[in-house]
Nanobody, 122 residues
């Protein structure tokens, strides 16, 4: 089992930055792939970024070049650095974990955090 707790969300103006954190317990993150997803009101949950066990990173086209996913094995924590934020980035952001390789479909992740709200004002 993996327990995930997100933090770092908030309200920011367009063009600003936020860093989300996902603290994991119950299993060493080095053995799992981690992903960030987001869900805006009335929309389906969508893939944002993922990081593999060796540290390979994957991004949705909409955030490529603006967001960076990283992991700190010593702290068992995954981060999502979000720069140049846009109003369309407004959503609840979720951290997720799965065994083996990262995937871009939410249904492939069995472990989820509770989510953290990110609101970008124009």
């Amino acid at each position: 089992q993996v327990q995930l707790v997100e933090s770092g969300g908030g309200l920011v103006q367009a063009g600003g930055s936020l860093r989300l954190s996902c603290a994991a317990s119950g299993r060493t993150l080095s053995r799992t792939a981690m992903g960030w997803f987001r869900q805006a009101p009335g929309k389906e949950r969508e893939f944002v970024a993922a990081i593999s066990r060796p540290g390979g990173t994957y991004y949705a086209d909409s955030v490529e070049g603006r967001f960076t996913i990283s992991r700190d094995g010593a702290k068992n924590t995954v981060y999502l650095q979000m720069n140049s934020l846009k109003p369309e980035d407004t959503a609840v952001y979720y951290c997720a974990a799965r065994d083996w390789e990262p995937r871009t479909e939410a249904r492939d992740y069995p472990y989820w955090g509770q989510g953290t709200q990110v609101t970008v004002s124009s």
